[in-house]
């Protein structure tokens, strides 16, 4: 049996308060939606019951803000790629913001487990004026628990159409990828923070949000896996590999803790979820 899911997300603003309103076919779901920071920011938690994707499965996720508002989004637990028999576990995530509006998406890590055949795509559509927080985090099989990814495939697609496009297609056959100094080096987590505008950003602004993270970067054990760049006046991105997800979180969590407060003037505290 496979599942197929779909989920509208909505923000708007009600006097003071961004107000989030949903619409959900199939077993993905808003679990809740706090105001930590008061009615200027709705955090919202997403779940899925199932626990994971199967071959056939499809997440659907549609994401739009309007003029003005902030959300944040993020998930209580990772995404699981399970085993497939062949076919293809998709999800696929579109977000369109207004002049204005941000968005924090920050969900947990994606799992792919051996043997899965699994798709993860993000879209990314901004407004004038717009700019969001976002990440992607994506291990290859599960070293500690001695499950290497030794079969299977998992393709990526993120993009800001007319600005950044990145496809990744990792074969679990394909060993001097997954192995070469020139490829992943064996390493098993692949891990992005990206700050987008749909405007773009003055050049002192892409310098300081380079400079943040770049000193964040030199606080790292191992510095050299990571790098932060810009590929269009409208992004900045950083990327990094590591050979467990958790160094992975702690850099890109520092990160964007830094480009909130020096870009955005607000705190840098992480959703309260996270520690729990």
Partial sequence: MTWHANLELNYTRADQRVVQRHVHNG????????????????????????GGLVGGDTLDIHIHADAGCHALITTPGATRFYRSTGAT???????????????????????????CQADNQLRMDLAPGAEMLGWDLTAIGLPQAKLPFV???????????????????????DTRLLHSPLGLGGKHCIASLFLVSGTPMERARIDLALELARAQIDQQPD????????PDPRVVVLRTLTPLVE?????????????RQALWRMPGENPRLWSM
Avoid: K
């Fill in 27 to 50: 077993p993905l779901r808003v679990l809740q939606s706090l105001y930590p920071e008061g009615d200027a920011v709705c955090h919202t938690v997403l779940v899925h019951p199932p």
């Fill in 151 to 173: 079969r299977g495939v998992f393709s990526q697609h993120i993009e800001v159409p007319g600005a950044w496009l990145e496809r990744a297609r990792i074969d679990a056959s």
């Fill in 247 to 259: 160094p992975a979180m702690q850099l890109l969590r520092a990160v964007r803790s830094a480009w």
């Fill in 223 to 230: 510095p050299h896996s990571a790098g932060v760049t810009s």
């Fill in 89 to 115: 576990a998709l999800q696929r995530c579109a977000i369109r913001l207004e002049a204005g509006a941000r968005l924090e998406w920050l969900p947990l890590e994606a799992l792919c487990y051996n043997e």
